[in-house]
């Protein structure tokens, strides 16, 4: 079994940064690198959507709405993968939820709050 556990959100005026990181643990067969970590989010009364996520230490997908703004990154193709945010709108209020992959199940953190406001 693989858990996710999240840290980092919180309240931030628009324009604001907040970094997001979350750390897998657990294995799956022996194997316990995650091949593929990142952050998807659930605005109220909306789908869940992708943010952004990344291989070991490359291959990194971003939203459109995202994208020159969020930077995603893993600690050294370890189990701990961040979400750096800056230039913060109230668009980009949601509950984050950290992602991760591995062999060919996905699992999902609990989710954190994020809410940008004035």
């Known amino acids: 079994q693989v858990q996710l556990v999240e840290s980092g959100g919180g309240l931030v005026q628009p324009g604001g940064s907040l970094r997001l990181s979350c750390t897998a643990s657990?294995?799956?067969?022996?194997?316990?690198?995650?091949?593929?970590m990142g952050w998807y989010r659930q605005a109220p009364g909306k789908q869940r959507e992708l943010v952004a996520t990344m291989a070991y230490f490359s291959d990194k997908m971003y939203a459109d709405s995202v994208k020159g703004r969020f930077t995603v990154s893993r600690d050294g193709g370890k189990n701990t993968v961040y979400l750096q945010m800056n230039s913060l709108t109230p668009e980009d209020t949601a509950v984050y939820y950290c992602?991760?992959?591995?062999?060919?199940?996905?699992?999902w953190g609990q989710g954190i709050q994020v809410t940008v406001s004035s």
């Open positions: 992602y991760a992959r591995l062999i060919l199940d996905d699992y």
């Open positions: 657990g294995s799956i067969f022996g194997k316990n690198v995650m091949d593929r």
